[in-house]
């Protein structure tokens, strides 16, 4: 009789998460995200542009050119105020649909509503029918942006090694200058080489059709990403995932407060040094809009190497040290506000690369700061509804703000309004100081007391 000796069953090991989804790396997200904010960058910034350079001859020609310009900055906030209401409405369609779905109804809502600007009659052809179409597109693109927040900035911020997530935070906001780079360029050649006439009948018309072919290939670019299992399991396992609204803002107000205000500074000097830059230049000065344009790209470009240098020193001495540090920057700034605005052509282009330069620095971790805020069942939606907070509030309304200032009080108004925004920074990380700091605060701290507990 032969006896049979049972082999002990093998089980292979339990494979760590970061082994089954290593298929996505920061370096895959960087990319969605990245290719994501320059979309919304150049979608904004042609509007934006558009407001300066078009909206106020073809949807306003009744006003004089300075009210013109405010008609058109009103509508520009339409866009803002419109976020958070996007946020709100599209994440029951994420829980039912999934966020694949989600991003593609977004995604295409803010396509359709950019290309129906570009076919949009001007008042000269049907009145007042033009501007309420020209404010309903416009809300409709701010609906859905707040709609196509996917959680992949917060998930790479999260991802990213512990010692370099000051890095990683700054990359997706390399979207911004490249955005305005390419939608700053567009008006720049379409201005230079056709006429006056060619260039409101229709020249206009090119960079939001630009901006609506961009917005496709964004599309299928998030979609690549966000559609793999692997992405799917990293945001679960991470907690990326909507929350209550209701109890979100009950537990926890204190990081909406934060995430709101301590971008501050970032954001009011955002439109500052880009579209009322721009309008002060063709309102009140005799400089060349193309030429300030020009100036404007170099700034672009003035931001980038800025960038690079906020995220390497906030990952050598902490994201709340480095946006401190921009704060006060910006704070200095503000005060020659109203030397270099009322100064000649020169002290103009001093003002353009300086405000790029601190914006590239600051904005760098802005975002960062709103995700590390909150605890992870939180985060997506909390960054997302903070974020569409601070711009409404900061960068809404700045550029119809400062116009105002500097055309009924005076330049040096412009610089008290930057002014705030610094303080709100500043206010905001003492308060996080004394309220336990930042996440990334947090856990310096820990690892610096279990470090010195181990070598005694």
């Known amino acids: 009789m032969s006896i049979s000796h049972a082999q002990p069953a093998v089980h292979p090991a339990p494979v760590p998460e970061h082994h089954r989804v290593n ?23 042609v509007f934006g542009l558009a407001c300066v350079l078009v909206f106020p001859k073809v949807f306003f020609p009744f006003a004089r050119p300075l009210d013109g310009t405010f008609y058109s900055f009103l509508v520009f906030a339409l866009g803002f105020v419109a976020r958070p209401l996007g946020a709100l409405c599209f994440l029951p369609v994420q829980r039912l649909l999934g966020r694949a779905t989600k991003l593609t109804i977004a995604l295409f809502m803010l396509g359709s509503a950019t290309v129906g600007i570009a076919f949009m009659p001007g008042y000269a052809v049907i009145g007042w029918w033009a501007i309420l179409a020209l404010s309903l597109l416009r809300f409709g693109q701010g609906f859905a942006l707040g709609g196509s927040w996917n959680g992949t900035a917060s998930l790479l911020a999260i991802t990213a090694p512990p010692h370099r997530r000051g890095w990683y935070a700054m990359i997706p906001q390399l979207g911004t200058p490249i955005g305005f780079l390419v939608a700053a360029g567009l008006f720049a050649y379409l201005r230079s080489s056709l006429s006056l006439e060619e260039f409101y009948a ?22 690549r990403l966000v559609v793999t299992p692997e992405y799917a399991a990293r945001l679960k396992a991470r907690e990326l995932e909507p929350s209550p609204i209701g109890e979100l803002f009950r537990t926890q107000g204190k990081a909406i407060v934060l995430g709101v205000f301590a971008p501050l500074a970032s954001y009011a000097l955002f439109n500052l040094v880009t579209v009322f830059a721009l309008a002060w230049a063709m309102l009140f000065t005799r400089q060349s809009i193309v030429s300030f344009l020009l100036v404007q790209i170099i700034g672009a470009l003035v931001a980038i190497p800025c960038m690079f240098l906020s995220g390497y020193l906030a990952d050598r001495f902490g994201r709340r040290i480095t946006l401190f540090v921009s704060g006060i920057l910006i704070a200095i700034y503000s005060g020659w506000t109203a030397l270099l605005l009322a100064g000649g052509t020169v002290q103009g282009y001093i003002f353009i690369l300086i405000g790029f330069g601190l914006l590239g ?20 939606t909390g960054a997302s509804f903070t974020s569409d907070l601070g711009w409404l509030i900061g960068a809404g309304y700045a550029p119809l703000v400062a116009l105002a200032l500097a055309a009924f009080l005076g330049s040096g108004y412009v610089g008290l309004y930057l002014l705030s925004g610094a303080v709100g920074t500043l206010g905001a990380l003492w308060a996080s100081r004394k309220l336990g700091g930042l996440e990334e605060d947090r856990r310096r701290a820990i690892l610096a007391s279990r470090a010195s507990r181990g070598a005694h």
């Open 23 to 45: 298929e996505v790396t920061p370096a895959d997200i960087s990319v969605g995200v990245v290719v994501g904010r320059i979309t919304q960058a150049f979608d904004m910034f």
């Open 202 to 223: 229709w020249g206009w018309r090119y960079p939001f059709f630009v901006a609506f072919a961009i917005n496709v290939v964004a599309l299928f670019a998030r979609l």
């Open 361 to 380: 620095f600051s904005h760098a971790q802005s975002a960062g700061v709103v995700s590390s805020a909150f605890s992870r069942h939180f985060r997506f």
